[in-house]
């Protein structure tokens, strides 16, 4: 028997965070660092005090992957190291969401996500 969508998309954000954590201990950087920032990007939720559409506007603007690497890709191109601790803090970040089952929002309600979409 195959192995459910939903099921894999957890399993491949649990990845994310396990390589985002053992990539951050590479660069030495500060746990107490990331344990302060790990859940900023849920201050996105305030997007919803704007409405619905609004709210899953910005949150999945905050928490599609794009953003993060870009922001990881822009550290290293401009030799920007310092940069990078905040960046792999962003994919833990979402990669801890998708392997706890939080995907990106529709418009429609605040619960509805693309994992749930997915069968599991």
Same mark, same amino acid.
């Given at each position: 028997?195959l192995?459910?969508p939903? =099921?894999?998309?957890? #399993?491949? /954000?649990g990845?994310? +965070?396990?390589i985002?954590?053992?990539?951050? $201990?590479?660069l030495? @950087?500060?746990w107490?660092?990331?344990? %302060?920032l *790990?859940l =900023?990007?849920? =201050?996105? +939720? %305030?997007?919803? *005090?704007a409405?619905t559409k609004v /709210? %899953?506007? #910005?949150?999945?603007l905050?928490?599609?992957? %794009?953003?993060?690497? #870009? &922001?990881?890709g822009a550290a290293v191109?401009t030799?920007h @190291? @310092? *940069? *990078?601790?905040?960046g792999?803090?962003?994919?833990a970040?979402i990669?801890m969401d $998708?392997m706890l /089952? &939080?995907g990106l929002k529709?418009?429609? $309600?605040?619960n509805?996500?693309h994992?749930q979409?997915v069968?599991?």
């Amino acid at each position: 028997m195959l192995t459910p969508p939903g =099921v894999l998309l957890r #399993i491949e /954000g649990g990845c994310l +965070l396990g390589i985002s954590l053992l990539c951050y $201990r590479e660069l030495h @950087a500060s746990w107490i660092l990331f344990a %302060a920032l *790990l859940l =900023v990007p849920d =201050v996105s +939720l %305030a997007g919803y *005090l704007a409405g619905t559409k609004v /709210g %899953a506007r #910005i949150y999945n603007l905050v928490h599609t992957l %794009a953003g993060a690497l #870009i &922001f990881i890709g822009a550290a290293v191109v401009t030799k920007h @190291a @310092a *940069l *990078l601790p905040y960046g792999l803090i962003w994919l833990a970040h979402i990669g801890m969401d $998708r392997m706890l /089952g &939080f995907g990106l929002k529709y418009e429609t $309600r605040f619960n509805e996500t693309h994992l749930q979409r997915v069968q599991v």
